[in-house]
């Protein structure tokens, strides 16, 4: 299947899913906001898996795009 940009594709959605969650978890727990590191590299590891995906599918081949997903995980 064929994607035009990389919001269209399922698992960069998922993503985006997963890290809404995580933002919210965050939020709704007073101990969790007062553990800045941890807080942190909570959202620095979540939107990090946005940004792989989009860097890998903007790379345009498929074996950059598979790296990417990997290292992403």
Do not use: C
């Not at 007073?30 to 790379?59: H, T, V």
């Amino acid at each position: 299947m064929h994607y035009n940009q990389f919001e269209d594709v399922p698992v960069w959605q998922e993503s985006r899913i997963l890290t809404n969650r995580i933002y919210k978890l965050i939020e709704s727990s007073p101990k969790l906001q007062k553990d800045y590191s941890l807080l942190d590299q909570l959202k620095r590891a979540a939107f990090s898996i946005l940004l792989n995906i989009a860097e890998g599918f903007e790379r345009g081949s498929n074996k950059e795009f598979a790296n990417f997903l990997n290292i992403s995980i």
